[in-house]
């Protein structure tokens, strides 16, 4: 069974960073490239970033360039979303998530951004 | 950037009716289209793929289709457990997701 398992979501003060974390299990990791997908609180899915499977290629959203890292440890089936610069509009549930089109989703984490 | 624009916003069906959702794209987007369900409080669950694929598991009263610009999402015989939000997804250019429409029952 696949799982996706994210941590790291905390509440933070604007202008700090946060490192996310997402567990992955039931397949092979190192075959998929592997994504970040955020949803503000009632609001719609927003795609953040993307990492092929070897992790040498990443793409980013225009409003995350410069301030969010995706990297992946295939050694550890681990992925993660190092966000620095933080602004209160990056509050959002953070999903991670599989593929070209997103198979597999994680339980999400939640990042606060607050003073 | 590629814009989807997704239609009705809102949606009250009754039970056993048939429901379609559409997404447009402001440019060809050849099949790469994904349609994901979102219950509340629960993460999204991928429908269908390439526009018109079943992912694993999903009923059959789900499908797809579209070309070009033009897709949609149908639903055959609304079941209770349908009631939900579904998003379009496009993924031949980066990815944009549609802004959802959220499925009620009458």
Same mark, same amino acid.
């Given at each position: 069974e696949v799982q996706l398992v994210e941590s790291g979501g905390v509440l933070v003060q604007p202008g700090r960073s946060m490192k996310l974390s997402c567990a992955a299990s039931g397949f092979? #990791?190192?075959? #998929?490239?592997?994504?970040w997908v955020r949803q503000a609180p009632t609001k719609g899915l927003e795609w953040v970033?993307?990492?092929?499977t070897s992790g040498g290629s990443t793409y980013y959203r225009d409003s995350v360039k410069g301030r969010f890292t995706i990297s992946r440890d295939n050694a550890k089936s681990t992925l993660y979303l190092?966000?620095?610069s933080l602004r209160s509009e990056d509050t959002a549930t953070y999903y991670c998530t599989t593929?070209?089109? #997103?198979?597999?989703?994680?339980?999400?984490?939640?990042?606060?951004v607050s003073s | 950037d590629i814009q989807?624009?997704?239609?009705?916003? %809102?949606? %009250?069906? %009754?039970?056993?009716?048939?429901?379609?959702?559409? &997404?447009?794209?402001?440019? @060809?987007?050849? +099949?790469?289209?994904?349609w994901y369900q979102q219950k509340p409080g629960k993460s999204p669950q991928l429908l269908i793929y390439n526009a018109n694929s079943?992912?694993?598991?999903?009923?059959s009263r789900f499908s797809g289709s579209g070309s070009g610009t033009? *897709?949609?999402?149908?639903? +055959?015989?609304?079941?209770?457990? @349908?009631v939900a939000s !579904?998003? &379009?997804?496009? *993924? !031949? +250019? !980066?990815h944009t997701f549609g802004a959802g429409t959220k499925l009620e029952l009458k």
């Open positions: 092979t #990791f190192s075959s #998929f490239p592997m994504a970033a993307t990492i092929s190092q966000m620095d593929g070209g089109w #997103f198979a597999y989703w994680g339980q999400g984490t939640l990042v606060t | 989807m624009t997704q239609s009705p916003a %809102s949606l %009250s069906a %009754s039970l056993g009716e048939t429901v379609t959702i559409e &997404c447009r794209a402001s440019e @060809d987007i050849y +099949n790469g289209l994904a079943l992912h694993t598991g999903v009923p033009q *897709y949609s999402l149908k639903i +055959n015989s609304l079941q209770s457990e @349908d !579904y998003f &379009c997804q496009q *993924y !031949y +250019n !980066y």
